[in-house]
């Protein structure tokens, strides 16, 4: 039997049978006027708390969101758990759907039948892959992550990939983070609190295979305190790649930068991952993307011309896919840079890479491209022209490069000039 993980508890069951909510919760409200026989056909599916549910979470505070199912009662689709039904599939043989009730109702409302959580749409149907965000406060992780989803099918392109259909939940955490001229900068995660997984479903143009692509944004603190990645860590330790985002302000020493920001020491979010795996069980052999967000505060320790400033031109490629040539210049570029001396904070955050993940590349870029301004009346940034990312995509797409979901782009070779004639002398 085929398993499947939750994108919650991560929990596995079986791909043909997930669980699912009943349409329709009957109230006191309902139940009045109808016959015994009525009554007692509909107090199986009465409206009433979800202990499963509510467990889950009971562990965020604060985090619980608006699942108008929530109080809908369970339809299993393997007997022994409780209400039964019969599993329905599409054309593709997935299963999507439950009939209950003497055959009379059907849901489309797929849970996990562990946790109780609403499952994507399609979830399972595909290869899944998860992608974990994590950073400190103030790092960039929500804006880098609502950036990049404003426009991920124009950034999908550039990895040969197509989006297949867009999430609902992908349009609600753009919509609770705005990246738009005259507005305020969203803000980053609370402490505690659990983003909802955001999933997209893509489609390889090399292959035409599809994949379900989940993110999760884990909140600045929960990545510094050991304890706190004890009962996050499972979004992390199960990610198929890491974004780990981290603001060159936490290298004022090396940058030189003035910055008032109380800023965690990067290895300490390397560290507190590693904790997390080791209590979770999990490895260190998942690609790392080490980015650091606002990359124009480098211009003074690269060179102009650098390919940290500019995104990848691929009328120099062959093809779209993965640019290795533009990653080995970035990555060449931030190593160097970090390395500058054996005691500075670079190396350090270095070494604290090495000895956790073998499997991790640098990167470097600004997801926005100009400067917010700070509002003088609520003390919030506020953007003044519209943004223009550089290089936004390329740790995504590396990750995307290390699992196998696209290919290299392959560089075009400049044709040599005539040059002079060999003679006899020539050398």
Not at 2 to 17: S, V
Not at 224 to 238: A, D, E, L, Y
Not at 347 to 365: M, Q, R, S, V, W
Request: proline share 7%; net charge negative; charged share 25%.
């Amino acid at each position: 039997m085929e398993l499947i993980k939750c994108p919650f508890c991560f929990k596995k069951f079986g791909r043909d049978f997930p669980a699912f909510k009943a349409t329709k919760a009957y109230t006191l409200q309902d139940v009045e006027g109808m016959s015994d026989e009525e009554m007692r056909a509909a107090e199986p599916y009465a409206e009433k708390p979800d202990k499963e549910y509510d467990e889950f979470w009971n562990n965020f505070p604060g985090s619980k969101p608006n699942f108008p199912e929530e109080k809908h009662a369970v339809i299993y689709t393997l007997p022994g758990l409780g209400l039964v039904g019969t599993p329905r599939k599409d054309a593709d043989g997935f299963v999507n759907e439950v009939e209950y009730a003497d055959n009379k109702k059907r849901s489309d409302i797929r849970i996990c039948p562990n946790c109780h959580n609403p499952l994507p749409h399609e979830f399972g149907k595909y290869p899944v892959k998860y992608i974990a965000i994590v950073g400190i406060t103030s790092s960039g992780k929500t804006v880098y992550l609502s950036t990049l989803l404003h426009k991920i099918s124009r950034y999908l392109a550039k990895a040969n990939l197509t989006s297949v259909g867009m999430k609902e939940q992908v349009g609600s955490f753009l919509e609770e983070h705005p990246i738009r001229r005259g507005q305020e900068l969203p803000r980053g995660n609370a402490v505690e609190h659990l983003t909802m997984p955001i999933p997209i479903t893509v489609q390889s143009k090399d292959t035409g295979q599809r994949y379900t692509v989940i993110f999760y944004d884990v909140a600045g603190e929960n990545c510094v305190r050991p304890s706190q990645m004890k009962k996050f860590g499972p979004f992390i330790c199960n990610a198929d790649g890491i974004i780990m985002i981290v603001d060159p302000k936490q290298f004022d020493e090396l940058f030189e930068i003035d910055s008032s920001m109380d800023a965690a020491s990067p290895e300490l979010v390397v560290n507190a991952m590693y904790e997390a795996f080791v209590s979770a069980g999990g490895s260190s052999n998942v690609p790392l993307a080490v980015a650091l967000s606002k990359s124009d505060l480098l211009g003074g320790h690269v060179g102009g011309n650098s390919f940290i400033f500019r995104n990848t031109d691929y009328s120099e490629y062959e093809n779209m896919g993965f640019a290795e040539n533009d990653y080995d210049g970035v990555n060449y570029e931030i190593k160097k840079v970090l390395g500058t001396r054996a005691d500075s904070q670079g190396a350090i955050f270095k070494d604290a890479l090495e000895a956790t993940f073998k499997n991790y590349g640098f990167f470097a870029f600004s997801a926005l491209g100009c400067e917010p301004q700070k509002d003088r009346e609520t003390g919030l940034y506020v953007l003044k022209q519209e943004p223009e990312p550089v290089r936004i995509e390329d740790p995504l797409i590396w990750i995307f490069y290390k699992l196998g979901i696209v290919n290299k782009a392959d560089r075009k070779v400049k044709e040599a000039g005539p040059g002079p004639k060999k003679g006899l002398f020539s050398r």
